[in-house]
């Protein structure tokens, strides 16, 4: 009998070696806890789309809803498929066909790992709105190649949308230090963003425990930066979200380091767990890529898939290695992705 089914999609570039290191982590795990995992490997990638013209077959979305969650390691191969193709085609199908709306991005410094920053009790929470705004797909472009050439995208925020991952990001501010920051940029988009605001406003009536704050995203960049310590949770729209993540990669350690789990909190669909990095075409191929993200965001699904003592093993792994020096001095370290999984894959038997 098995307890999970999970459906890996490896992808492109070094998403292919980080899941490889994950699901090795994830197997060595699940046997000290006791738990059964089977895993079916999908070979969906821009590979997959020289060889057949397509990212995904078309009932692909359907085919993974019969899995209890999904790891991905990363898409993209520029050189060869134009990334608004295969991003379209598969990770941004995945994330909007099954409502994958709470985008969940830890940016916490592990102790060991070296930051950029002096900054040392970095932990912040981001949750980026994940199916709609800045991605919603809305537009077009007219008089291609002419001197009239006209592009227009246009960012869509509904009440719906806006107001349940506002809410994630306020029942995820009690579960931590209580505090919300709610990022927009309101004082130059005046519908979407003032909107933001008023919802934010207006929830927070609901959560007199949390303290929440405004900021305009190019504020909050400084800090996260400035003052990392002084922010908890993060909530922000699909784009900003995107790039604050990226800052928060930065500041604890490198995107090696970031992990993200993409959440259905109703349930409905299988939720999908992939690191923030992509496929670092530059590094592919030469056993260069750090893997805790990638092994970081299996903790965080099984975690999701309530198997707490299964994702605690791992994670703590990760600390107790990170905390052995495993991860300083990244990305310019010698230790390369065989190296570490090899010390976390100790820590784990430990
Ligand atoms: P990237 O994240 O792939 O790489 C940015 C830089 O970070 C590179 O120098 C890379 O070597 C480094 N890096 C990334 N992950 C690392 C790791 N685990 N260990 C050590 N160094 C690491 O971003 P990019 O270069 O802008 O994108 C490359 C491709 O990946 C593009 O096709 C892009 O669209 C795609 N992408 C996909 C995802 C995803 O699938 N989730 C995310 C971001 C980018
Ligand atoms: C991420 C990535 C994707 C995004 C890209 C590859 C479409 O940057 O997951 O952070 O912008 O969502
Ligand atoms: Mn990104």
Request: charged share 20%.
């Amino acid at each position: 009998m098995v307890d999970f089914n999970i459906a890996i999609i490896p992808g492109d570039g070094i998403g292919v070696e980080v899941t490889a290191a994950a699901w090795e982590v994830s197997l060595a795990a699940a046997e000290i806890c006791g738990v059964k995992l089977s895993a079916t490997k999908f070979p969906w990638s821009c590979d997959h789309y020289i060889k057949t013209g397509a990212m995904m077959p078309l009932d692909g979305v359907e085919t993974l809803r019969n899995y209890d969650a999904i790891l991905l390691g990363a898409i993209g191969w520029p050189a060869n498929v134009p990334d608004d193709v295969s991003l379209h085609g598969l990770l941004l199908r995945i994330r909007k066909e099954f409502d994958l709306y709470a985008n969940v991005r830890p940016h916490k410094l592990l102790s060991g790992v070296t930051g950029p920053l002096r900054a040392e009790n970095i932990d912040i929470l981001c949750i980026r709105e994940n199916t709609e705004g800045e991605y919603s797909g809305a537009g077009g472009r007219v008089h291609r190649g002419t001197a009239d050439e006209v592009a227009v995208e246009t960012s869509v925020f509904t009440r719906h949308g806006v107001e349940r991952i506002l809410r994630y990001g306020f029942e995820m501010a009690r579960k931590r230090r209580r505090q919300l920051a709610s990022v927009t940029k309101s004082n130059a988009q005046r519908y979407s963003m003032v909107f933001w605001d008023d919802v934010t406003r207006q929830l927070s009536a609901e959560y007199p425990d949390v303290e929440v704050r405004s900021y305009h995203v190019d504020a909050i960049a400084a800090r996260m930066i400035m003052l990392p310590e002084t922010l908890d949770v993060v909530v922000a729209s699909n784009l900003f979200g995107d790039i604050l993540s990226d800052i928060g990669a930065a500041i604890q350690g490198g995107l090696g380091f970031a992990a993200s789990a993409n959440i259905d909190p109703t349930g409905r669909s299988p939720s999908m767990f992939e690191p923030v990095h992509g496929s670092a075409p530059d590094i592919a191929g030469k056993d260069a890529a750090n893997p805790i993200a990638a092994i970081w965001s299996a903790a965080m699904m099984f975690e999701h898939l309530g198997q707490t003592k299964l994702a605690s093993r791992i994670s703590d792994a990760v600390g107790r290695a990170c905390a052995r020096g495993v991860g300083a001095g990244l990305p310019s370290s010698s230790y390369g992705t065989r190296h570490i999984t090899n010390e976390i894959l100790l820590e784990i038997a430990r």
